[in-house]
């Protein structure tokens, strides 16, 4: 059985303005215990913002996240599929541009996030799965 972005997506995930700052930012993180929010602008994503962004190009520069704005350290733009593609092809789109969240996109809309822990949730239960199927016929 194949899966795809909608079988796996996550439909919970939150925005922040890209006018917002890093310290709101990183408290709406802190709140929800996310790594990433979407950026927008008015209501379209426009980008995404990590964890990673805020520690290199905030907390390591020493600089002050109160008067840094999102915009500043977001990465434009962003990789998305369809809700429609093969979990192999998401797989691929992740590991070849090296990146650990992947919207899912519908009529320019984030409708949804795949991130690396729901790629290892989905092989998890797929290896339980053949498992299980393995140890019920060699038990024959």
């Known amino acids: 059985m194949v899966l795809y972005a909608a079988d796996i997506m996550r439909e919970s ?5 890209e006018d917002a700052t890093v310290f709101e930012a990183a408290n709406i993180m802190l709140n929800i215990g996310t790594g ?3 950026v927008t602008r008015d209501d379209e994503p426009s980008g995404i913002v990590t964890e990673w962004d805020m520690t290199s190009k905030v907390i390591a520069k020493g600089v002050d996240p109160n008067k840094l ?3 500043e350290i977001m990465s434009r733009g962003f990789f998305s599929v369809q809700k429609d593609t093969p979990t192999d092809k998401l797989v691929s789109i ?3 541009n090296r990146i650990r969240r992947l919207p ?3 009529n320019g809309k984030v ?3 795949i991130t690396s822990r729901d790629i290892i949730r989905i092989f998890r239960e797929y290896v339980d799965n053949i498992s299980e199927i393995v140890f019920k016929y060699g038990n024959r």
């Open 36 to 38: 990433f929010l979407i």
């Open 13 to 17: 995930f939150k925005t922040v303005s």
């Open 111 to 113: 409708i949804g996030v």
């Open 69 to 71: 704005k999102v915009s």
């Open 94 to 96: 992740m590991q070849e």
């Open 104 to 106: 899912v996109v519908e």
